[in-house]
């Protein structure tokens, strides 16, 4: 019972995540009809403005300590932030340990301009050329941002964690009455949930209930006729893209806590976040979100040991299992518009 | 050493007849490429006054900073051989054939590939430097998987490979080769090294909990650290495999509390590992209690480069290593010393192994007199030595594996530095670690013990 | 002759051409110059490039014709290749078996994937043929490990059955040939400065490209070639005719998926290894971008496109910082270090940002790939207008949404 509500809660969890990795996809590919293989780049991209920024609050002077030696024996030299000499050691210590949170503040206008800059510079010319091209040149364009990465920060993993108030794990079930210990959740997930669901929620309000929401959706149904009323519609796809960007990034934020980012992670997720935007249908927002939650609970139960003993390595392929068993029973995913890249 | 001479002198007379056939067969302007060295008798018999050393290191892919830490320590053994630089482990080496005039007289030139961590991008990378820049030995790799796919590759050539970081017990287990060659140290070690620290710090009466990588190493690894475990008294609750491709591994942490078990087991490398750990540290199981004792983490091969990605998680967590800068035998010091000078941070365990491997191939060179794969097996197999760093070793004729002492080390509590990550709790002598030849886990799937065969001249 | 027509025979005899002499073409550099580097003409490379032609070649078949971009046709290349190193270890080292049963293998594993997954079209296709691919890459790299050898791969060892061969000698290497003749060995013409290496595995692939090739120019032209183009022009309009278009589209998929069981079955006779990751998506998204990267919908483009992307992994690759400084070594020192700065970062392990870079700047300035390239060169030279629907065929803009 226990394993049963805790892989429930984990899948939530995980569903969440992937939900929010998903959103900027869907809107980009989903609505603009763009085969965007830069997204997991973009995802990447956000993940590194944390490191960035954690980087630069600890930009250091360097004092010669007499009293410790380095590892080749000369006088060691310690890194002093320059934040300490501002605000004095505590406080410093105070911003750089929520630097992650912080981040997200950095990350928004950046990744508004980044996802700007490609809309006018690369996609706006692709908007009309076969996706076969669309692939190819956003695959090429996520290359690049993945060397220019991998050049200014090597390959390996880099440790971005948490505020260290949210270390550990919150309890639940002592709330659901079950013995300590049994079903525990970390609080940054909790943050991760809660911080999706206002996401979610905000794009999914935008979209619905402002004027501009309801001319963009009304320009992906038929664009010309949207532009015949006079409409500047070029101008609100961009903006989307901006955003889609912007979702991106702040996924890949708040992500690196729980994973260590290193530059080829947009890879790691860029099938996954496919996946879960085609099963929940072309064009759906919801369907996305729902395929997110639908994944991340079915792997979260394929993961589980006494599930592993029956069915060897179905861990391995849970969601791929998935995927196909829902696209045979349902042709357009689980709520998908007909039409959407179906040629 | 006479047999051996008798040997190569055999094969030489045996091999040059044939192309003196063959040759006269062909018209003048054709030239067999492999009967072309069968005046030397071997393959890419080094030409003129260069000898060419292949560094097939992953140069893109998540190693990618691991590989570039080898190619380090390549270049500054290449220096060392060449008599640049300030010689580095040469002198403490106990072997004193190394003249610091490059190899057998030849000045030692060397062609780097990128591995992509992958096997066939391994062999296309090692395949270039054999076919096309005449290398006379492949050395490098970051994974079991490329080591035993360019072994393999290595002994059909005739080319000699000296093994790169790769851990995984098949490499000089069901999988060796004659012209294959491991310094590095393998899972069963791990296990065997591990397994008294974890009894003596953590009491015999332990619960574990595996999470293991779903692929070979994982496998061996889980092996050993269970079989040797369990022979102290160690129980293992469950043993649950991941997906390599796995990042998020909440789904796989969560249940751990709810088995009952005390002791977390993370057979994970790189990225799974990085992941895996930084995971079970934020679900916070390390504050835990479970049956009256503090829950445990251990890691059984730790990795410096690797372990920098999970920052802070590592504090306290016990693992193995092959090798680490902190030692402090003669070797070791040099090495530090000589590679910090040059590039500002101490060597990593791959580096290490790597900058090893060339030495130990320049040795036996030198040794055997000779360029030729079977000259060099045969001075390498059973060869003792000590000066490089992990004190007395060998390099065990069965099955071309090197037996050292282990390093069991700890996540350190206060690091003063980025790389001062781990500290040495215990050197694990060397007999504690030794295994018979012919050890189950050394065995092929059905049970077979694999012989190491013989040595392939290529030519 | 042949069957074909002036301008198709022209082109199979110059890719004819190219292929036989490659061996000339590809070493043009005299092998102690600096430029040697850059010479691909050894066998492994060359082996490479005729492989992933076929693979290329195949893969256009499906997606250039009808239309349908799978993004699993890696899994086939494996399943060929699994196919093809069993036969090896139980039956033969001859490379015929192996081959024949890899193109059976993976025949019949596209046909069950394709049946199924061509009950969707567009971008639905392409996540069930990716979801097929992923599962199988999965399975062989774990819980598949007693038939795959999971992380390790399979290699033929001197102790399996191999019942036609009868036992090695001692010490000696099982390698694969072709009724005697060793794939791996080679004669090498040296003229002055220049060696030139003719391997008998280049010429056995090569000779199998051609035959493939030919096969494919005789499928784009065949009635049942139109029958795909009208599949991509507008399937429903097809289906107003009476015409079922899923039989054409399962044929060019099992037929793709036999040239990739041929590449998958070729890799093994020159390299005798297989392993699970050739069918990670990233190497079914890699003939993807082969075909589009040459100009998809074209006979050569493919082809071309393989070559390009095979000659950045193992060329530019390998170019590393002292190769760079030996190269401007006459330069003076500080001009010295400022370009091999410059150029470093594109070249040996930044091989990859020159691969972005490429499949940007291509599809940017050249919509219809490399083809179109050359179309735009001949073009230059010559007043006649390049054929539009026979160079550039793949840039014609698919239908809106």
Known sequence: MEAIVLQVLNGLDKGSAYALIALGLTLIFGTLGVVNFAHGALFMIGAFCAVTLSKLLTVSHIVIDETKTDFLGNPAKVEVPYLYDVFGQATGDVIIDWAVPISILVAIPVMMAIGVAMERGLIKHFYKRPHADQILVTFGLAIVLQEIIKYFYGANPIPTPAPEVFAGSFDFGTLLGFDPNL??????????????AVVIGGVFSFLQFTTFGMVVRAGMQDRETVGLLGINIDKRFTIMFGLAAAVAGIAGVMYTPINSPNYHMGMDFLVLSFVVVVVGGMGSLGGAVLAGFLLGILESFASMGQVLEVLPGINQVILYVVAIVILLTRPRGLMGRPGVMED | ????????????????????????????????????????????????????????????????????????????????????????????????????????????????????????????????????????????????????????????????????????????????????????????????????????????????????????????????????????????????????????????????????????????????????????????????????????????????????????????????????????????????????????????????????????????????????????????????????????TLYRAEDHQCFKDVLVVKGKENPDSDFDLLEVVEVTPVDQVTYAPDHPQMRDGDGNVVPVGTCNPGA | MLGLNARDLQILLLVAILTMFAPFFLNPFPVDSSLAQFNAGYPDLMQRFVIFGIFAIGFNILFGLTGYLSFGHAAFLGAGSYAAIWMMKLLTMNIIPAITLSIIVAGLFSLAVGYISLRRSG???????????????????????????????????????????????????????????????????????????????????????????????????????????????????????????????????????????????????????????????????????????????????????????????????????????????????????????????????????????????????????????????????????????????????????
């Open chain 1, 183 to 196: 079903v525990i959740y970390p609080y940054w997930r909790l943050v991760y949930f809660a911080f999706a």
């Open chain 2, 1 to 392: 050493m006479s047999n051996f001479k008798d040997f190569t002198r055999r094969r030489v007379i045996k091999s040059g007849a044939a192309a003196a056939a063959a040759a006269s067969a062909t018209p003048y302007f054709f030239t067999n490429a492999a009967l072309a060295d069968a005046h030397a008798g071997y393959r890419n018999a080094p030409q003129g006054d260069t000898v060419t050393l292949g560094f097939n290191v992953p140069q893109s892919g998540p190693y990618a900073d691991e590989g570039a830490d080898e190619l380090r320590a390549y270049e500054l053994a290449v220096e060392h051989l060449n008599g640049e630089g300030d010689a580095g482990m040469m002198p403490t080496f106990s072997s004193k054939a190394l003249k610091g005039n490059g190899i057998l007289g030849k000045k030692v030139v060397y062609v780097t590939g990128d591995t992509q961590t992958k096997s066939d991008a391994a062999r296309a990378s090692a395949r270039s430097m054999i076919e096309k820049d005449g290398a006379v030995m492949i050395t490098g790799g970051s994974s079991s998987g490329v080591a035993v796919a360019v072994q393999a590759l290595c002994q059909e050539a005739g080319i000699i490979f000296m093994a790169g970081l790769t851990h995984s017990n098949d490499t000089t287990g069901k999988d060796k080769k004659a012209n294959g060659f491991r310094h590095f140290f393998n899972s069963y070690m791990s296990g065997a090294a591990l397994a008294p620290v974890l009894a003596k710090n953590y009491g015999n009466d332990r619960k574990a909990y595996h999470l293991t990588a779903d692929y070979n190493w994982g496998y061996t690894t889980e092996q050993a650290v269970k079989e040797s475990t369990e022979a102290l008294g160690w129980e293992t609750v469950a043993a649950v495999k991941t997906p390599l491709t796995q990042t998020d591994f909440s789904a796989y942490i969560a249940p751990v509390l709810q088995s009952g078990a005390d002791t977390l087991v993370l057979n994970h490398y790189g990225g799974n590992m990085v992941n895996s750990l930084t995971n079970a540290v934020q679900f916070g199981l390390r504050d835990k209690q479970v049956n009256g004792k503090d829950f445990q983490i251990v890691v059984p091969l730790y990795s410096r480069l690797m372990a920098k990605g999970a920052g802070a998680n590592v504090k306290g967590i016990f693992g193995s290593t092959n090798w680490h800068w902190s030692l402090t035998d003669e070797g070791s010091k040099a090495f530090v010393k000589s590679f910090g000078t040059k590039y500002g941070f101490p060597p990593s365990q791959a580096a290490h192994t790597c900058y090893v491997q060339t030495l130990l191939y320049a040795d036996a060179c030198e040794r055997a007199g000779t360029f030729n794969p079977c000259g060099v097996v045969e001075a390498l197999e059973g060869f003792e030595f000590d000066g490089l760093g992990n004190g007395k």
């Open chain 3, 123 to 401: 971008i639905y296709f392409s996540i069930l043929t990716l979801a097929f691919a992923q599962m199988s890459y999965s399975l062989a790299y774990s819980v598949l490990t007693p038939i795959t050898g999971g992380e390790t791969g399979l290699q033929p060892k001197s102790n399996d059955p191999r019942i036609l061969d009868g036992a090695l000698e001692p010490g000696e290497q099982a390698r694969a040939s072709l009724f005697g003749m060793e794939m791996s060995s080679s004669y090498e013409l040296v003229v002055s400065g220049w060696v030139f290496t003719f391997n008998v595995g280049y010429y056995v692939a090569a000779f199998l490209m051609l035959v493939s090739f030919y096969a494919s120019i005789r499928i784009f032209r065949s009635p049942f070639g139109l029958m795909l183009r009208a599949v991509k022009s507008n399937q429903n309009r097809l289906g107003y005719t009476g015409v079922s278009a899923r039989p054409y589209n399962l044929a060019a998929f099992v037929i793709s998926g036999m040239y990739a069981g041929l590449a998958g079955g070729l890799m093994v006779a020159m390299d005798t290894q297989a392993g699970a990751e050739r069918m990670f998506w990233t190497a079914s998204g890699e003939v993807v971008l082969m075909t589009i990267l040459g100009g998809a919908g074209t006979l050569i483009g493919p082809v071309l496109g393989a070559g390009m992307i095979k000659y950045m992994e193992n060329i530019i690759s390998k170019i590393n910082q002292s190769v760079l400084e030996s190269w401007f070594a006459w330069a003076p020192d500080f001009l010295q270090d400022f370009i091999v700065a410059v150029i470093y970062p594109f070249v040996g392990k930044g091989w990859h940002l020159t691969l972005g870079l490429m499949f940007m700047l291509v599809v940017i300035f050249l919509p219809g790939g490399l083809m179109q390239g050359i179309g735009k060169i001949g073009a230059l030279f010559s007043r006649k207008k390049p054929n539009d629907r026979d160079s550039v065929a793949g840039s014609t803009p698919a239908a809106a949404e």
